[in-house]
């Protein structure tokens, strides 16, 4: 079922999950342990990221350095499909215009089809961690708006082939990101949210934002995008501290802000402990505040979360 169908067909506030796949070598179970105890909180999708290709160098014994090309977590694909099938859940993969030609987001396209997938996450994808922007691959796309574009051609039956005349449609709900505080790289947040319009008209289904720990900077961000005419769902992200680094991590990480109380408060645990305790009463306290003023959805960010989620879902859902 498509994520846009479950929003409109909710009778209260559902629950998802973002799993970001394990690092290259580590084992799969490793995410069927973050997903288990989740699962009696009946999430209506989870999301699974993507991550591209990066250069890594290696030094040599012989003192040379060799640059290698790969992915750090790789996986979404074959992580989708086994999802859906172990815990007869939605999954919504993210497709990323880095790392990504057009005729290559076209094939993963139609193999998410091919694998009764419904819903995509259409987003530019991280800059590369030597990049300070980010930079579209040759033949690839620069923005997100794009590869909407793309997605909601194929989902008419467009593939990049002019010549290919009655092609089967792909029937993808497309969902992008959004950014209470503003995108790192954006003039300003109204400039932003123009774009964020774009999306929207080139045929995304609804906006999932990036985290933030003032629900009030998502309350003033919804009310802006809609005096801006957008009307699709606006879905929270919330991701609870865990640790006590987090404080300084995320905000350099995701340029977002810290309450202030959120900030002293974790600054003053002893042990990351009593942080987890204190970003698990934080969520707690968004998550209700958020659920009362009628978010169609909680998404919570499940990567170095602990088992916060778990305490915050037992509590609200
Ligand atoms: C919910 C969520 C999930 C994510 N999952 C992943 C993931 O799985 N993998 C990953 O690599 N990254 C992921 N990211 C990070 C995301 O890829 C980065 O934040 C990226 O820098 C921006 O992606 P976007 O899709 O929002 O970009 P876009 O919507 O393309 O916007 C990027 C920037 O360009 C500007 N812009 C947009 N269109 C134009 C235009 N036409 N002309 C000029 N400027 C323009 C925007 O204002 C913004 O500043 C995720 C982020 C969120 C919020």
């Given amino acids: 079922m498509k994520v846009i169908d479950k929003i409109k067909q909710r009778t209260k506030t559902l629950f998802s999950i973002e799993i970001v796949p394990p690092l290259r070598g580590n084992k799969i179970e490793t995410i069927y342990k973050r997903i288990d105890p989740l699962m009696e909180f009946d999430p209506a999708f989870i999301n699974i990221t993507y991550h591209k290709d990066e250069a890594v160098y290696r030094k040599k014994v012989d003192g040379t350095t060799v640059k290698r090309i790969i992915s750090k977590r790789p996986g979404t694909v074959a992580l989708t ?7 007869k859940v939605e999954v919504v993969p993210h497709l990323t215009c880095g790392g990504f030609t057009r005729d290559q987001i076209e094939n993963a396209l139609i193999d998410f089809n091919f694998l009764g997938i419904q819903n995509i996450l259409a987003l530019q994808g991280d800059a590369g961690h030597d990049q300070t922007n980010f930079i579209a691959e040759e033949n690839g796309h620069t923005n997100a708006i794009e590869l909407v574009e793309q997605i909601f051609n194929l989902n008419n039956g467009k593939y990049l082939d002019d010549d290919m005349k009655q092609a089967t449609p792909s029937d993808f709900s497309i969902g992008v990101a959004g950014y209470p505080e503003k995108h790192y790289a954006a003039a300003s947040l109204e400039s932003d949210i123009q774009y964020l319009k774009a999306k929207v008209l080139a045929g995304a289904d609804y906006i999932v934002t990036q985290m933030f720990f003032d629900n009030q900077k ?6 802006k995008c809609r005096a801006e005419g957008i009307t699709v769902p606006i879905i929270p992200g919330l991701k609870p501290i865990a ?14 802000s810290i309450p202030e109380d959120l900030d002293k408060a974790v600054r003053a645990c002893k042990s990351n402990d009593e942080a987890l305790e204190v970003g698990t009463q934080w969520g707690i306290q968004q998550s209700l505040d958020l659920i009362k003023n009628g978010a169609p959805v909680l998404h919570f960010y499940t990567l170095g979360a602990g088992n916060s989620i778990q305490r915050i879902a037992k509590e609200i859902f």
């Fill in 81 to 87: 499909s086994t999802i859906m099938n172990r815990y």
């Fill in 218 to 223: 998502y309350y003033d961000f919804v009310d």
């Fill in 243 to 256: 640790l006590i680094n987090q404080i300084d991590v995320l905000p350099k990480l995701f340029h977002l």
